[in-house]
């Protein structure tokens, strides 16, 4: 039972444009969400999260937008860069699990030229 | 100077084997977890350790063994490797448990059963 999905396997962005990643989940007791990024031959590095109570977040390039009523969360990437072609993970936290994350199965994202 | 450190990188060897998966950190961080990565990618926790006391043990054969001799080690031993154990390890730590303890990921180790 996979409760955090991410439906599209890959997304071609040109650079300077906008990349948008989605991320769907089925718990409704998740309420901690966190983005890794993967290069390849690399580990997951964590890029961005967002509390349940709020709705938006915002580091530099990156925003991730929270839906709890739709139980989505979206990753924006303003401008893309080459540099940020890599997988991209979602993954989500239940309070009082010790730290236990669930992860989608990532969206490769390639920022072309 | 990794921050979490894993060997060996890539293991092969075949169904029956016992191998093990050593990871190292020193960011000084208490908890520390193992992961698997299948062939659909997907990420799965497996064992998380806090201060060397298991606390995450999800539904995993037995024949994963996790064990850690200090806080800044945690090793993976499996027994009587099965071709289905393919798949990239990873170790990972964090400060603590935390709500927004990041964790950190090292780098993997592939392993291939034959």
């Known amino acids: 039972d996979q409760q955090v999905k991410q439906n599209s396997p890959s997304l071609s962005v040109q650079e300077g444009r906008i990349s948008i990643l989605n991320c769907d989940y089925t718990?409704?007791?998740?309420?901690?969400f966190l983005w890794y990024k993967k290069y390849p031959a690399e580990g997951p590095t964590f890029l961005i999260s967002i509390s349940s109570i709020k709705d938006k977040n915002e580091d530099g390039r990156f925003t991730v937008f929270l839906n709890k009523s739709a139980k989505h969360l979206s990753l924006h990437i303003v401008p893309s860069q080459p540099g940020d072609s890599a997988v991209y993970f979602c993954?989500?936290?239940?309070?009082?699990?010790?730290?236990?994350?669930?992860f989608g199965t990532g969206t490769r994202l390639q920022v072309t030229l | 100077d990794t921050a979490v450190s894993q060997t060996p990188k890539y293991l092969v060897t075949q169904m029956g084997n016992d191998k093990s998966i050593k990871c190292e950190q020193n960011?000084?961080?208490?908890?520390m977890y193992w992961y698997k990565q299948d062939s659909k990618k997907f990420l799965k926790i497996m064992f998380s350790?806090?201060?060397?006391?298991?606390?995450i043990n999800e539904t995993v054969p037995n024949r994963f063994s996790p064990k850690s001799p200090d806080k800044a080690h945690l090793n993976l031993h499996i027994n009587s490797l099965e071709l289905g154990d393919s798949a990239v390890y990873f170790c990972?730590?964090?400060?603590?448990?935390?709500?927004?303890?990041?964790?950190?990921f090292g780098p993997g180790t592939r392993l291939t059963v034959l």
């Open positions: 350790y806090n201060n060397k006391e298991l606390i």
């Open positions: 960011l000084g961080h208490d908890t």
């Open positions: 990972a730590s964090s400060p603590g448990t935390g709500y927004t303890d990041t964790q950190y």
């Open positions: 993954a989500a936290k239940v309070p009082g699990t010790a730290s236990k994350l669930t």
């Open positions: 718990n409704s007791m998740f309420d901690y």
